[in-house]
């Protein structure tokens, strides 16, 4: 039987709970996160006891001093972090603990996230400009394809940023 295992566990933004509960399932199969690679992409377990850990993934971009000292006070170990996201884990018996104790909270983190994304996608728009005009100027099969593929990623952006969008609106009206 084996002992470790990676697995590909790709989200977004706007997949960060199904993101959570696909850590939370794995631990009741017995499974334990132990690290990431590349953005929390693939995740490396390691086979134990079946357990009830709830995970909780949070973005700053830059945390102050007592945002660790808050969480591990609180029952909260720190699995991984990486580029402002930080995974954390709380083994519980009966009511599931959240790092989000009102809304207001969530909506914050979104919020982050947004000015993060709007960040990004206003920087970005410049830089597919570029490649537009390299393509329209001088077409090539690489040129085209590299334009397509910035187009695309751009667009996934855009998603994701209209997704945290209506999910931020979705909490405001709860």
């Keep these: 039987m084996r002992k470790y295992k990676w697995l590909l566990t790709p989200w977004t933004s706007s997949s960060i709970e199904r993101y959570e509960n696909l850590l939370e399932s794995q631990a009741l199969s017995g499974w334990i996160i132990q690290k990431t690679s590349l ?4 995740s490396q377990f390691a086979k134990t006891e079946p357990a009830h850990i709830r995970y909780c993934l949070d973005y700053h971009h830059k945390v102050n001093v007592d945002y660790h000292t808050i969480m591990t006070d609180d029952g909260w ?3 991984n972090m990486a580029n402002g996201w930080y995974l954390w884990k709380k083994g519980y018996n009966n009511e ?5 104790t009102d809304k207001q909270s969530l909506i914050d ?6 000015l993060f994304h709007g960040i990004i ?11 537009l005009k390299t393509m329209t100027e001088s077409p090539s099969l690489p040129w085209t394809f590299l334009t397509c593929f910035y187009f695309l990623i751009l667009i996934i952006l855009g998603i994701s940023t209209f997704s945290l969008l209506i999910v931020n609106s979705k909490l405001k009206n709860k």
């Design 39 to 42: 953005c929390f992409l693939f």
């Design 77 to 79: 170990t720190l699995v």
């Design 96 to 100: 599931r603990p959240s790092i989000f």
């Design 109 to 114: 983190r979104n919020h982050r996230l947004l």
């Design 121 to 131: 996608l206003i920087t970005q728009i410049p830089v597919f400009l570029i490649f």
